[in-house]
């Protein structure tokens, strides 16, 4: 699986916010993990957005 | 609800308000007497008066038509629940009309001396000492209102009638201060002024357990003027620089992390499909911010969401 990296920048606050996700454990082990997880479940759960993209084209 | 006590009942007439003690644990009833009447209402935390009622925060938790079962809160940095609505027979109450006032009659229709919220609500509050500048926006009772697609508000015919009512239960100790509203020439009030009836009542033992928390703060930012740096209330009129002053801000500076998001090919399509669709930004790192916060405040925000997916 080739793999792409995209970096999002946050603050102190938010990284309050990815820490408490990593410690519950459910999502991933680290901040690039657990928004990754987030990112796709909102995509899981909004797939209507991507076909409505993908329809656009 | 029989048993409640009653603790004081007044017949506002048109042109009049009251401002009244409504102590914790104790209900305001509103009745109507004529055919639909808007009651104009304040509050005060009446042990501070600089605490009180901000339609911004109760229209942010309740939205524009706040009814049965919500609340109305103090303003910023206070931000408690000062009352709860137990019983609305009727359901439409408005929160985004400021108070009319003489400058509105005046402005807008010419009248000089009109019948008008804030100088009904100044001259109430009066009688506890407090001036015009106190007064501040209004919950309006009854007031039928709506929102037209261009985002302008409008004003309907009031729904309620005699034997309506409303009912508040204090979660803490307040100056409550309704009026009859003084607009007879908008449809407010269906074009006449009609008296209503105060009542403050006693709650009974299940109505307090049912609607009280046993604190009157449960957040450490509900704060109260010993949270303050400046906890004095000034006593000039006159503004003048503190020379001494340094600026403290709460959260400063803002430092911003790298993390990154690894994807698969798969997924990192994911990402054009919301670019495609608009709404998320144009930048990969936008998107993927958007999308996850989004996910994140349905999955973990407190109350209402204010947000829609994708626009």
Redesign the interface.
């Known amino acids: 699986m080739s793999e792409r990296t995209v970096t999002i920048e946050i603050n102190q606050q938010q990284e309050q916010m990815l820490d408490r996700l990593v410690a519950e454990g459910e999502l991933g082990e680290d901040h690039g993990e657990v928004v990754r997880a987030g990112f796709l479940r909102f995509c899981e759960e909004h797939s209507e957005l991507l076909e409505r993209g993908a329809g656009d084209e | 609800m029989s048993d409640r006590e009653l603790v004081l009942e007044h017949v506002m007439e048109p042109g009049t308000g009251k401002a009244v003690p409504v102590l914790r644990g104790q209900i305001l009833r509103i009745e109507q007497l004529g055919n639909g009447q808007c009651a104009d209402f304040n509050a005060f935390n009446l042990h501070d008066y600089k605490e009180y009622f901000h339609t911004g925060r109760t229209r942010h938790l309740h939205g524009l038509f706040p009814a049965e079962g919500d609340m109305l809160w103090s303003a910023p940095p206070r931000e408690r629940p000062m009352f709860t609505i137990i019983r609305d027979t009727v359901g439409t109450n408005d929160i985004q009309y400021p108070r009319c006032t003489g400058f509105l009659y005046e402005y807008q229709y010419g009248f000089e001396r009109h019948t008008n919220c804030h100088d009904i609500l100044a001259e109430s509050i009066r009688e506890y000492g407090l001036t015009p500048d106190d007064v501040h926006d209004s919950f309006n009772f009854w007031m039928h209102t709506g929102v037209d697609d261009q985002g302008r508000l409008y004003i309907k015919r009031m729904l309620a009638k005699p034997g309506d009512y409303v009912e508040l239960i204090a979660h803490f100790d307040i100056l409550a201060v309704p009026n009859v509203c003084g607009a007879d020439i908008f449809s407010t009030s269906n074009f006449e002024l009609k008296p209503l009836k105060l009542q403050v009542l006693e709650a009974t033992p299940e109505e307090r357990e049912r609607w009280l928390q046993p604190e009157e703060r449960q957040y450490r930012n509900q704060r109260t003027p010993a949270d303050f740096k400046l906890s004095e209330i000034r006593v000039t009129r006159e503004l003048e620089r503190d020379e001494s002053y340094s600026a403290d801000w709460p959260?400063y500076p803002?430092?911003?992390?790298?993390?990154?998001?690894?994807?698969?090919?798969d997924?990192?399509a994911?990402?054009?499909?919301?670019?495609?669709?608009?709404g998320f930004g144009e930048a990969?790192?936008d998107i993927?911010?958007h999308?996850?916060f989004?996910?994140?405040i349905?999955?973990y925000m407190r109350g209402p969401k204010h947000q829609h997916?994708?626009e």
């Open positions: 959260v803002i430092v911003k992390r790298p993390v990154e998001v690894p994807l698969s090919e997924e990192y994911m990402i054009e499909g919301l670019r495609a669709n608009g990969d790192s993927v911010r999308a996850f989004s996910w994140w349905e999955e997916a994708g």
